[in-house]
C-alpha cells in the first residue's frame, strides 16, 4: 500500500487501528521526499533523526490510548517561517542561515499535543515576501504539475510538498494569499484562518496585522482536521481570540440549500484568464445545482487594495525586520569598521532584493512628510475595504472568486516585473485587510493541465460556513469527475 496515497485522516485512522506504525508513515513520507525534492526543492530541512524519535514516543501514546486524535501520527511539514525548538529557522534568507530557536511556535506545541510530526522545513519567498518562491536564499520551488512553472508564494515549498506528494499535510502562513494562492497553482487546498483564530505566537513576522498560520491540505477534510489542531486561544499572543467551538470537522456537511453566494463583479473583469474564470464559473454553476443562491454584485474599494496593502505591508515589514542586524543571531558581515558599519553590511550582504525593496518602501512611506499622505491614507482605506465586506456579508453567507487572475506563470517570469507581481495579488489581498477567512479549492486545470483554485470566502469566525461550502463543491467535483 502506498502511504502517501491516502488522505492525512485515513492514514490516522490506519494508525490508530493498528494496521500501520508511525514510524513507517514517518518513513513513507521520508523516502518521497527524498525521490521528488531533488527536482521540486519544496523542503529546506529535512529533519530525518527527529522525526524517527518523535514516532517512536507517538507511538507509545497511541498504543496506550492517550492520543485519539483525527491527526494522530501523521507526518506534516512546516513552513520556515514558524519557529521549532533545536531545528533551523531560516525564513529562506541569508540572514537567519543559521538561525535555531530556542521554543517553539504555539502551533507547533498543538501539533506535538496532537500527536503529529513535524519531518521538516520547507522552502518559501524570502521573508515570505514574494508570489513564486523565488526569491528564496536556498533556490527556487518548482511547481508539482510541471516544473518549468511556480508553485506560487510564499507558502509555495508548502503547497508543493502536499501537491508532490511528499507530505500528506503542512502549515503555511498567509499575509497577501501566501497560503490560497500556492494552494492554487498546485491544486491543493489550503485555509486563511479569521486573523485571530490561530496564535501567532512564534511565526516570524511580515506584515503583524495581517500575518496568519494556515493549513494546507490534499482535500477539504484534511484542512478542517488540521485547522482544529492548530485553532487555539494562546495568551501569549494579544491578538488570539478563543472560539466557542474547535471541531471544524462537524461543518463537513454535503449540503448547500439556501447558503446564499455573491460573486462580485469586479473580480471577473480585466486581467483574468478566460480559462480560470470558466472553472470558476463553472464551480458557482455546481453549487447552484446543490441548492445554493447564486448571485453577481458589486463589491466596491477592489482597485484600493492592492496599494493599501502594499503600503501597510511594507511599513510593517520595515518595523519587523529592524531586528536583524547581525548582533544577536543569523549572519554578520565579516569586514566592516564599527558597529554602523556592521549594520549596513550584514543587511546589505543578509537581505535579498525583494527584502531590500519592500523594507525601503516601508522606510519610505513611515518617513516624516509622507506618514500621512500614505500610511493613514491606507489605515483608512483598510477600514473603508473592511466596511465593504460587512455590506456585503449582510446579504450572502459566502463569496465566491477566482485564487489568482492566472494558472502558475512560467518560473522567472514573475521577478522580472515585480509589480506585474504585485498585482497578481489583486484577489487575495483585501482579505487579510480585513482579517477575513477564505479557502482554495481546486476546481480544474487549464488546457495546459496547470490547476485552478476557486476562493470562498465568509465573514470574520464564519470557517464552517467556507468548509462545508468547500467541502460541498469538492463531492460535486469529484462525482462530475467519475461521471466524466
Request: hydrophobic residues 40%.
Amino acid at each position: 500500500m502506498d502511504l502517501m496515497k491516502l488522505t492525512a485522516v485515513q492514514l490516522s485512522e490506519k494508525i490508530r487501528a493498528g494496521e500501520i506504525r508511525v514510524a513507517e508513515a514517518v518513513q513513507a513520507a521520508l523516502d518521497a521526499i527524498e525521490e521528488k525534492d531533488q527536482t521540486i526543492n519544496a523542503f529546506i530541512t529535512v529533519d530525518r533523526e527527529g522525526a524517527l524519535k518523535a514516532a517512536e514516543e507517538i507511538q507509545k501514546k497511541i498504543d496506550a490510548g492517550e492520543l485519539t486524535g483525527p491527526l494522530a501520527g501523521v507526518p506534516v511539514a512546516v513552513k520556515d517561517n514558524i519557529c521549532t525548538k533545536g531545528l533551523k529557522t531560516t525564513c529562506a534568507s541569508k540572514i537567519l542561515y543559521n538561525f535555531v530557536p530556542t521554543y517553539n511556535a504555539e502551533v507547533i506545541e498543538n501539533l506535538r499535543r496532537a500527536g503529529m510530526v513535524v519531518v521538516g522545513k520547507t522552502n518559501m519567498d524570502e521573508f515570505a515576501m514574494g508570489s513564486t518562491t523565488e526569491t528564496s536564499y536556498f533556490g527556487v520551488t518548482r511547481n508539482p504539475r510541471n516544473p518549468e512553472h511556480v508553485p506560487g508564494g510564499s507558502s509555495g515549498g508548502s503547497c508543493a510538498a502536499v501537491g508532490a506528494g511528499e507530505v500528506l499535510c503542512a502549515l503555511g502562513s498567509d499575509t497577501g494569499g501566501s497560503i490560497r494562492q500556492p494552494s492554487s497553482f498546485c491544486g491543493v487546498t489550503g485555509l486563511k484562518p479569521t486573523y485571530g483564530a490561530v496564535s501567532r505566537y512564534g511565526l516570524i513576522a511580515y506584515g503583524s496585522s495581517l500575518d496568519q498560520i494556515g493549513p494546507v491540505a490534499r482535500d477539504v477534510r484534511d484542512c478542517a482536521a488540521l485547522f482544529s489542531v492548530i485553532a487555539s486561544h494562546d495568551r501569549k499572543d494579544s491578538t488570539s481570540v478563543e472560539l466557542e467551538d474547535y471541531d471544524f470537522m462537524g461543518a463537513l456537511k454535503d449540503d448547500v440549500s439556501g447558503l446564499k453566494v455573491g460573486i462580485p463583479n469586479e473580480y471577473f473583469g480585466e486581467g483574468l484568464d478566460p480559462q480560470v474564470k470558466e472553472r470558476v464559473l463553472h464551480a458557482a454553476g455546481l453549487l447552484e445545482q446543490k441548492g445554493a443562491q447564486v448571485e453577481h454584485f458589486d463589491l466596491g474599494m477592489l482597485e484600493y487594495a492592492i496599494p493599501a496593502y502594499y503600503v501597510i505591508a511594507s511599513a510593517e515589514a520595515s518595523s519587523n525586520l529592524e531586528r536583524f542586524d547581525g548582533v544577536k543571531y543569523g549572519f554578520r558581515a565579516e569586514e566592516y569598521r564599527g558597529l554602523h558599519d556592521m549594520y549596513k553590511e550584514t543587511r546589505s550582504q543578509g537581505f535579498g532584493p525583494e527584502v531590500k525593496r519592500r523594507i525601503m518602501l516601508g522606510s519610505f512611506v513611515l518617513s516624516s512628510g509622507y506618514y500621512d499622505a500614505y500610511y493613514l491614507k491606507a489605515l483608512r482605506t483598510k477600514a473603508l475595504i473592511k466596511k465593504s465586506f460587512d455590506q456585503a456579508f449582510a446579504k450572502y453567507d459566502v463569496i465566491l472568486a477566482p485564487a489568482a487572475p492566472t494558472a502558475a506563470p512560467k518560473l522567472g517570469e514573475s521577478l522580472s516585473d515585480p509589480l506585474a507581481m504585485y498585482l497578481g495579488d489583486i484577489y487575495t489581498v483585501s482579505v487579510n485587510l480585513a482579517g477575513l477567512p477564505g479557502i482554495s479549492v481546486p476546481c480544474g486545470s487549464t488546457g495546459e493541465g496547470l490547476p485552478v483554485g476557486v476562493q470562498i470566502l465568509a465573514d470574520c469566525f464564519k470557517e464552517k460556513t467556507i468548509l462545508q461550502a468547500a467541502y460541498t463543491l469538492e463531492q460535486a467535483l469529484r462525482k462530475e469527475e467519475q461521471h466524466g
